[in-house]
């Protein structure tokens, strides 16, 4: 990995924070952006600036042609079988909810049973929770192993004939533990249950392969793969696709309608795209895939991984820290530092850290579940990217070193 390289594409890394060069461990919340995927959201409103399928001239057409070469980027990105497979939305989150109100909507009856697990973002259960409360659906938990994991041994304790949908995330936000995606779908499928896959914490890390995976929906957000932020990709089996109507109506998403309620739909996937979508964070996102595959997706992720056990070996030798997740097979480490035996807020480390021009996470990190599960308020979360290195990990080390009650929660900015 040329690190150096690389972190000359990020002028944001040229920054200081609070005084000190940024450190940016904080990638599981958004990730940092390249000069390339700048430069392309920058060249659309600087040369293209059109609406995309709407215009008969010039410039509308190129504007046409990158989105929907972008459509096809996307799909080989996440080797769906047609571009016609991918949607673009907002982001996770909303991929999430037009799934869950689509299938609501759509396919599911009162008495269901959707299956989630207790590590989820609000983002992949809310949606369900909600449903399940206006259409007597039944929300049920795959059980965790001791260490927060998903393992297909509980997963099939879990799956019954009345599980219709499952919903889960490939990589957890929390604790960074990748779920046995693909021996799930195999048995949810045995039983004629739906699979939605959250990507939103793997896509940016690790190959992904939708048609492998078997999986029927896969959401990711392109923000956390470098690419700008209100956008993002529902992926969905075409026959899916073609059978299910959207959640959204409205311009360019129909081929006809008259007075009379009468309304023809475009096909797969203009009809799920309803009004001007975000013309400038499809083209980013497709320099963000470029970035990505020009340094690997194997290479990040064994790169991740180097700096993961670099900063939990030095973080246990300083003895004021417990780990939550060290077998997890992500750059994600969460962690809790303690003063003689007591646990430091985390929130008060995080202000702390940041004194030091540190960036990470702390508290529920959206998996308000998870908290009960670990049984502390909240955690530490320092996620890693490719940009990251050594010296920042040993800066953060030397930051922890001297993390007491005292210099954490009497902070002067
Ligand atoms: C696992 C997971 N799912 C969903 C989301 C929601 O993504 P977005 O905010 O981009 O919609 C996140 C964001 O943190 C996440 O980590």
Known sequence: METEKIRKDFPILSRTMSGHPLIYFDNGATT??????????VNYYTYLGANAHRGDYEMSAQVDSAYEGARKKTANYLNASCPEEIIFNSGSSEGLNQVALMLTQQMLEPGDVI???ESEHASSVLPWMHACKEHNYTLEYIPLD????ITVENFKKALHPKVKVVCLAQVSNVLGFTAPIKEIVR??????ALVVVDGAQSTPHLPIDVQDLDVDFFVFSAHKMCGPTGVGVLYGKK???DQLEPIFYGGESNARFNRCG????????????SGTQPIEGVLGLSAAIDYIESIGKENIHAYE????????????????????????ESGICTFNVFDNGQMIPSQDVASYLNTKGIAVRSGTHCAKMLVDV????????????????????????????????ENCINIFF
């Open 115 to 117: 299956l989630s697990d």
């Open 32 to 41: 940092l952006k390249p000069q390339p995927v700048i430069d392309a959201v």
């Open 146 to 149: 001791n260490e927060g994991k």
């Open 239 to 241: 026959s899916l696709l």
């Open 305 to 328: 991984m180097e700096l993961k056990r670099y900063f939990i070996e030095k973080g246990k030798q300083l003895g004021n820290i417990h780990f939550y997740n060290e077998n997890a």
């Open 187 to 192: 048995l949810a499928h045995e039983q004629g």
């Open 262 to 273: 009468s309304l023809i739909l475009k096909d797969t996937p203009l009809k799920y795209e």
């Open 374 to 405: 670990l049984q502390v308020p909240g955690t530490c979360r320092a996620s890693f990217y490719f940009y990251n290195t050594k010296d920042e990990i040993d800066r953060l080390i030397e930051a922890l070193k001297e993390a007491t009650l």
